[in-house]
T-cell receptor, first 112, second 107 residues
Framework: ETGVTQSPTHLIKTRGQQVTLRCSSQ?????VSWYQQALGQGPQFIFQ???????GRGNFPPRFSGLQFPNYSSELNVNALELDDSALYLC???????????FGSGTQLSVL | LAKTTQPISMDSYEGQEVNITCSHN???????ITWYQQFPSQGPRFIIQ???TKVTNEVASLFIPADRKSSTLSLPRVSLSDTAVYYC????????FGAGTRLTVKP
C-alpha cells in the first residue's frame, strides 16, 4: 500500500474530448509527478509539481496540464484527446525532490 | 539529466543471484541512483536508493563504484515472483524512467 490513490481506474473517451485524472497523495508529500506509460514501454515523464508549482516538464505538448492542491491532491488534464494518448497514466508522490517515489496503480485511458 | 542504459532483458533461474547493471556516464554530483520494480498493470515500486559505495536493504543490494558512472542492482536468490521490469533512475529532482530491464525468472 503506497498511500497514493488514483481515480478513475479505467476511462474511455473519444478523440477530441477532454479528460481529468485525479490523484491523492499522502499527507506531507510535497511533490507529485505524472507519467504516461504505453504498453510495453517505460513510464514517460509528463511533469512534476513541487509545493503547487510546476518543477519540471517532459516532452509533452501544452494540451497536457496539471495542478497540485494544498491538500496533497493533484490533477492531470488532457485536452483534445488523440488516439495515441491511450495509455496507463501514473501518479507518484514523494516527500521531497529526488526522494523515493510512491506510485498509484494508475488510470487506464482508452481513446477511441 | 543523466541518461541511463540497461540491458533490455535478462533470464535467470529460481534461487540464483541476479545482477543488473546500469550505466550513467554523465551523472551529476548531486544525483542519487534509484531502482524501481514494476509488475504488469501496476505502478513501479521503490526497491533501493544510493549515492555511493554499497547500500543494502531487506530485498536488494546496490553497488556503486567510486566514479559513480554505473551501478549494479543485486537480487539475492530470486524467485518466480521477481519476474518484473526493473528500472534504474538517476536524478536529484524530477525522476525520468528509461526502458528498463525485463527480468524473467524460470523454475
Amino acid at each position: 500500500e503506497t498511500g497514493v490513490t488514483q481515480s478513475p481506474t479505467h476511462l474511455i473517451k473519444t478523440r477530441g474530448q477532454q479528460v481529468t485524472l485525479r490523484c491523492s497523495s499522502q499527507s506531507g508529500h510535497n511533490t507529485v509527478s505524472w507519467y504516461q506509460q504505453a504498453l510495453g514501454q517505460g513510464p514517460q515523464f509528463i511533469f512534476q509539481y513541487y509545493r503547487e508549482e510546476e518543477n519540471g516538464r517532459g516532452n509533452f505538448p501544452p494540451r497536457f496540464s496539471g495542478l497540485q492542491f494544498p491538500n496533497y491532491s493533484s490533477e492531470l488534464n488532457v485536452n483534445a484527446l488523440e488516439l495515441d494518448d491511450s495509455a496507463l497514466y501514473l501518479c507518484a508522490s514523494s516527500i521531497r525532490l529526488g526522494e523515493k517515489l510512491f506510485f498509484g496503480s494508475g488510470t487506464q485511458l482508452s481513446v477511441l | 539529466l543523466a541518461k541511463t542504459t540497461q540491458p533490455i532483458s535478462m533470464d535467470s533461474y529460481e534461487g540464483q543471484e541476479v545482477n543488473i547493471t546500469c550505466s550513467h556516464n554523465n551523472i551529476a554530483t548531486n544525483d542519487y541512483i534509484t531502482w524501481y520494480q514494476q509488475f504488469p498493470s501496476q505502478g513501479p515500486r521503490f526497491i533501493i536508493q544510493g549515492y555511493k559505495t554499497k547500500v543494502t536493504n531487506e530485498v536488494a543490494s546496490l553497488f556503486i563504484p567510486a566514479d559513480r558512472k554505473s551501478s549494479t542492482l543485486s537480487l539475492p536468490r530470486v524467485s518466480l515472483s521477481d519476474t518484473a521490469v526493473y528500472y534504474c533512475l538517476v536524478g536529484g529532482g524530477d525522476m525520468r524512467f528509461g526502458a528498463g530491464t525485463r527480468l524473467t525468472v524460470k523454475p
